[in-house]
């Protein structure tokens, strides 16, 4: 909003997708660079389910976490271990946001396995980024992929692989070749767009999504950082190798 030759904020939203997933943990650095370089293969689809950060501004040196449910607030520094929100908390602090009013709507439900707080990390990062350099462009793509999975994953927060944050910010249908190169802008992995020529719509008549209601165990930090047994691999490839013609069949309609 223009007014009297300044500009102001008056509002930033940003909106994430969920996504399945399949080949899991192959995307976890233990596991792809256990194995070949570009071996390990995960694949994923966007659902429309969305997490959906908006920021409008507050009192002056005042945080506050709105939901349908509940309201929070932070005055002065903001401490991750006593909010509900430990990791919007700490992309906050981290990158000096020090006031606002920050709606968080979710239709994903928690626990489902289906990205939520990856979406949510990827989201808080683009709107931290929005506030301080305007939109992200698609060349900062891949720097808030590996800012959010550091959030997630070296606070101690949770355990994930790097898709969860990859699948939030590409959307679509993709598959990922892991630990695929020593050049390039993404030299930790390789994308392939594997949305099947008919498109989105026509492809949603085909995926049948079931939710069983059972929540998944919430994975800590650390079990990630060791490398895959010699007696797995074989099992491993074996995986990214049915996930790579998971991927090849969707891309060819079949």
Not at 130 to 153: C, V, Y
Not at 156 to 166: A, H, P, V
Request: charged letters at 15%; one cysteine or more.
């Amino acid at each position: 909003l223009r007014d009297l030759g300044r500009w102001e904020i008056i509002s930033v939203r940003v909106s994430c997708p969920a996504r399945v997933d399949v080949g899991n943990r192959l995307d976890y650095p233990s596991f792809f660079l256990s194995l070949p370089a570009g071996l390990a293969t995960t694949a994923n689809i966007a659902v429309e389910l969305r997490t959906t950060l908006t920021y409008s501004p507050g009192k002056p040196g005042c945080i506050c976490f709105v939901t349908d449910s509940m309201t929070e607030e932070h005055a002065g520094d903001l401490d991750p271990s006593t909010s509900r929100f430990p990791i919007l908390s700490a992309v906050l602090r981290h990158f000096g946001v020090t006031n606002g009013v920050f709606k968080i709507e979710s239709q994903i439900p928690p626990g489902s396995g289906l990205g939520g707080s990856g979406a949510l990390t990827v989201a808080a990062i683009g709107l931290a980024r929005a506030l301080h350099a305007g939109s992200p462009k698609e060349q900062d793509r891949s720097t808030i992929a590996l800012l959010a999975h550091f959030f997630e994953n070296w606070l101690g927060f949770s355990s994930t692989g790097f898709q969860d944050q990859l699948a939030a910010l590409y959307g679509g249908a993709n598959l990922w070749n892991w630990g695929a190169g020593l050049t390039g802008d993404e030299p930790l992995y390789a994308r392939t767009d594997m949305m099947p020529p008919c498109g989105s719509d026509e492809f949603s008549n085909h995926l049948l999504l079931c939710f069983t209601g059972h929540s998944h165990p919430r994975n800590r930090a650390g079990e990630q950082f060791k490398p895959l047994p010699s007696g797995e691999l074989r099992q491993w490839n074996k995986v990214a190798q049915l996930t790579q013609e998971f991927g090849t069949s969707l891309k060819g309609a079949d």
